[in-house]
């Protein structure tokens, strides 16, 4: 029997479980939805877990509780907090498919820092799928999860499967993410630079319910599934050449899309500007280096191992930078 069978035994037995999940990096951007409630994209999107950094989550459903709690990162949630109410809605979709009623104990902790610009969303909502349907009984496949993960953070359904993983349009059941390529196919490292920590005004959820009103975003749209396509293929050719020039211009129609919502989003702030402009120079000097830019004014500098010590030296160097991450390719959510 597998570990993960093994284990999934001894969650239904004792009704709790706790699992691991990593975030990830957007290679190709889901900005905008065909349907907000479930989360189905209006773009496919392409990723790479990151190993080093995760999320870990314990479920436990306790039939003495009157009502769901839950505690992130030490700190307890009340009810009306909006961040309560989005994993309770969460945990109801996983009491929906098992017909049970009983509350649960949440607990979740990260090993990186809220705030700097890995969307915590993904790993969160990955490890509370795996640790709330294996703690409820159910035996959930890997797209099932990804189904589930996508319908509490659409990014969540990308860290789901292993490695470098494909999120797919289709309708609820089909509109899941599958592992492209496992973490050793490619050492890939994000370096994360973060030239601010300060909370977002705006977070990704609002966000995708303003990309329509930018006249950018059918153009953004239109081109997805072609950037989407010579994104894959680079990736499977380990040809970063290629592949940084997609995911830079990705991001920039993103942003570009952000920019001319009304109201409009300006997530870059001057420091953003100032690693754009200091990649092309790294790159002109011999630096194999590209950027890519989430919903907040951090980025994402990409490169292989054998420049990783290169890149964030360099980027140390400048005065906006307050801190730097690095992350290889992480593997699946799983329970732990
Ligand atoms: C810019 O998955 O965080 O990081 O579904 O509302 O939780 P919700 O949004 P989320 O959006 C991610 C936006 C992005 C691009 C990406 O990761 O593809």
Redesign the pocket.
């Known amino acids: 029997m597998s570990d993960q069978t093994e284990l999934r035994k001894k969650a239904a037995q004792t009704r709790q479980a706790t699992a691991l999940a990593h975030p ?3 290679f ?4 905008g ?1 065909q349907d ?1 409630a479930l ?1 189905l ?1 209006i773009n496919p ?1 392409l ?1 790479m877990n990151l190993g080093a950094l995760f999320t870990q989550t314990t479920v436990i459903f306790d039939d003495s509780l009157s009502h769901d709690s839950l505690t992130i990162n030490q700190q307890d949630y009340t009810l009306d907090d909006p961040a309560y109410q989005r994993v309770r809605h969460h945990v109801d979709i996983v009491r929906e498919w098992t017909n049970i009623s009983t509350h649960a104990r949440i607990e979740s902790s990260s090993n990186f820092p809220v705030g700097s610009g890995i ?1 915590s ?2 790993a969160a ?1 990955a490890a509370l799928s795996v640790a709330s349907s294996a703690a409820a009984g159910l035996t959930l496949t890997e797209a099932q999860l990804s189904q589930l993960a ?1 319908r ?7 860290s789901v499967p292993t490695g470098y993983c494909e ?1 797919t349009l289709g309708n609820d059941v089909d509109s899941v993410a599958v592992s492209i390529a496992p973490p050793n196919f490619w050492d890939l490292q994000d370096v994360v630079v973060v030239v601010s920590q300060e909370h977002k005004a705006v ?6 319910r303003l990309a329509d009103t930018s006249s950018l975003q059918s153009a953004r749209v239109a081109g997805a599934d072609d950037r989407l396509t010579r994104c894959r293929e680079a990736l499977l050719a380990r040809d970063l050449v290629s592949m940084g020039a997609i995911i830079e211009e990705d991001a920039v129609i ?1 942003h570009g899309v952000m920019m001319s919502s009304q109201p409009p989003l300006y997530y870059w702030n001057a420091g953003t500007m100032r690693i754009i402009q200091a990649t092309q120079q790294w790159r002109a000097e011999g630096l194999p280096v590209y950027f890519t ?4 004014p951090n980025v994402h500098l990409i490169c292989e191992s054998a420049h990783v010590q290169a890149v964030v030296s360099a980027a140390k160097q400048l005065p906006e930078v307050q801190d730097v991450l690095v992350s290889g390719p992480g593997g699946p959510a799983r329970l732990v």
């Open positions: 990830n990096i957007a190709i951007k889901y900005w939805n907000h989360r994209p999107s990723s969307a969303s993904a909502f996508r509490g953070s659409g990014s969540a359904s990308r999120w977070g990704s959820t609002g966000g995708h993103m830019i989430d919903a907040g």
